[in-house]
């Protein structure tokens, strides 16, 4: 049996005018809050920042766990025609062969609206416009299920895109969404559905970019803070990758601003043997709840945390977060689960927090 590879993985090196704090820093992006209308300034390190290669804390790949037999999946596939619609689809399709996957693409209209009124007269009437959908979803479906030859299937809905979704997905365990409709706008890597779906969503919603290549999973990277959100997007990982997929954990730290000024170097260095030792533990929760001591590549990085799984993500198949980190504090998306989304580089899995029992 040959000598297996080391995990490698990437570490955002900072330019010496941002470690050093001095200079002026600008704006490396825009932030959608969720209920603000306003896009807010990112501050913080630019997604072109040097990287370094950086061993993983696991020198070798852990052996893959076979799982028992699963019971039958079910993935919703938004769909309105377009050609990024229609790269979900034929990810999602790829990614179930020869696994227990039915996948239904759902089709959602809702006449056009003048402020608050529906726009009347001309044109098609509403059965007519759903049955034109619904042919042409059903030519497209025929032909991604005769090539793939998997379970697909497509149904046509009256309704708002994201609300039809929304409902179509409760009753599902997974929604697969293209990063941008019919309506989207080139400046935005995620459009308004897949804004409104991932932040509402109560099962995970998983986003399909432009550049993303349906291939199957060989690599998966979890973003892990140790919230018990991102403990659940690490076990929601491991079950949703097949067995011999690679899951590496990672977890980026960043000292306290102005930190080794005031606390020193040994105290700043201290605060980061205890964020990875904290992180070590969650990694070791989760496989422990899966039974799969071992299971996941360890990497601890140092860094601005989207920078860091931007970077990662340039070299995997998929990325899984956690809908909120530690620091949220509200329901619906965060910001920077909201900012990874808009700087995506491969199809990216958003799993809600968990439900708390009363």
């Not at 559905?193 to 060989?218: E, N």
């Not at 990982?237 to 080794?260: D, G, Q």
């Not at 329901?331 to 029992?357: D, E, F, Q, R, Y």
Request: charged fraction near 20%; glycine fraction near 10%; aromatic fraction near 4%.
């Amino acid at each position: 049996m040959g000598m297996r590879e080391p995990a490698r993985h990437f570490v955002i090196t900072l330019p010496e005018s941002e470690r050093e704090g001095q200079g002026t820093r600008s704006p490396c992006c825009l932030i959608h809050e969720p209920g603000n209308r306003d896009l807010l300034p990112c501050t913080g390190p630019a997604i072109g920042a040097t990287m370094r290669p950086m061993e993983s804390t696991t020198q070798s790949r852990p052996e893959a766990v076979d799982e028992p037999a699963a019971a039958t999946q079910h993935w919703i596939v938004g769909f309105d025609g377009s050609n990024h619609a229609r790269r979900a689809l034929e990810w999602a399709a790829e990614t179930a062969r020869g696994r227990p996957v039915r996948i239904e693409a759902v089709i959602a209209w809702q006449r056009p609206y003048a402020g608050i009124l529906p726009i009347r007269g001309g044109g098609d009437t509403q059965d007519e416009i759903l049955d034109a959908l619904n042919e042409e979803a059903r030519i497209v479906v025929e032909d991604v299920r005769t090539a793939k030859g998997i379970d697909l299937s497509a149904r046509t809905e009256l309704g708002s895109p994201a609300g039809v979704l929304l409902e179509a997905v409760e009753a599902a365990d997974l929604l697969v969404l293209g990063s941008r409709g019919h309506g989207g706008l080139a400046q935005f890597a995620l459009g308004s559905v897949g804004i409104q779906t991932t932040g509402h969503s109560s099962k995970p919603t998983l986003i399909v970019p432009d550049v993303a290549q349906p291939h199957g999973l060989h690599r998966t990277v979890v973003g892990v803070d140790g919230s018990d959100n991102a403990k659940a997007a690490l076990e929601w990982a491991f079950h949703f990758a097949p067995p011999r997929t690679e899951i590496v954990a990672l977890h980026s730290w960043a000292p306290p601003l102005l930190a080794a000024d005031y606390l020193g170097a040994q105290s700043v260095a201290s605060l980061s043997d205890e964020a990875s030792a904290e992180f070590e533990a969650a990694v070791m929760e989760v496989e422990q709840r899966v039974g799969a001591p071992g299971r996941f590549v360890r990497s601890f990085a140092t860094g601005h945390v989207g920078g860091q799984l931007i970077a990662a993500a340039e070299h995997a198949d998929l990325l899984v977060i956690g809908a909120r980190g530690r620091s949220g504090l509200f329901s619906g998306l965060g910001s920077m689960s909201t900012w990874i989304l808009h700087h995506m580089v491969c199809p990216t899995a958003v799993v809600p927090a968990p439900v708390k029992a009363d």
